[in-house]
């Protein structure tokens, strides 16, 4: 009858069940299109099974093999609470310590409009979600992973070191979203933790003739 078995990769089942305007990027596409949920359920762990417009027989199905179905950012999720967060939402926010906080490692003051200051540690570039540090479900946390500039206001770049903070209360203390900050109160020696992301390149070319 055209319904599609997919995989989850979302907080918000209701993306996948409530019917709405979605998008979807086919493997041979470079771009996303719309396209109409006509609806969809759970059916075990975080497999679905949905319904979409246009998509009525096994044949129109089996073409949707490989292919993404999106959310689009700005569509927020009504059944998110106060204290949660999108992903991007917290990418590009600026860290700062809480004035309270035993940290000793050296970070920079970076001056507020009202003329006061702010301890800068970094900026978050990425969120390492649990399962991708944990196999165990409900044993691991969410991680900040946190750039450390060359100075006040640089941008991050691939020369900086990196450090991950376990976004968990009892460190990140704060998260204003309008102001753009993250506040935490690190235990001694996290932030000196730190590491650097090392990328590899494979460079494809022609080898030189050998010598005889």
């Known amino acids: 009858q055209g319904q599609l078995k997919v995989s989850g990769v979302t907080d918000f089942p209701a993306r996948l069940c409530n019917a709405g305007v979605r998008h979807i990027k086919y493997p041979n596409r470079r771009s996303p299109r719309r396209i109409q949920l006509l609806g969809g359920k759970k059916i075990l762990n975080e497999n679905y099974i949905i319904t979409l417009e246009g998509v009525g027989d096994r044949d129109a199905a089996a073409r949707m093999r490989g292919a993404t179905l999106y959310a689009r950012e700005e569509d927020r999720p009504d059944e998110i609470d106060d204290d949660e967060y999108l992903v991007n939402e917290l990418v590009g926010l600026e860290v700062f310590l809480e004035e309270d906080t035993d940290e000793s490692t050296e970070v920079n003051d970076k001056t507020e409009e009202d003329g006061g200051s702010r301890r800068f540690v970094g900026k978050v570039i990425a969120i390492v979600l649990a399962e991708e ?29 990196l450090v ?6 009892q460190i990140v203390s704060r998260v204003d979203i309008k102001d753009g900050a993250i506040y935490i109160n690190p235990p001694p020696g996290l932030l000196d933790l730190t590491y650097v992301r090392e990328e590899k390149f494979r460079i494809k070319g022609f080898l030189p003739p050998g010598r005889s």
């Open 133 to 161: 540090m944990c196999a165990v479900p409900e044993l691991g946390q969410d991680l900040l992973e946190i750039s450390l500039p060359r100075g006040v206001g640089a941008t991050p770049s691939a020369n900086d070191v």
């Open 164 to 169: 991950l903070v376990p976004l968990v209360p």
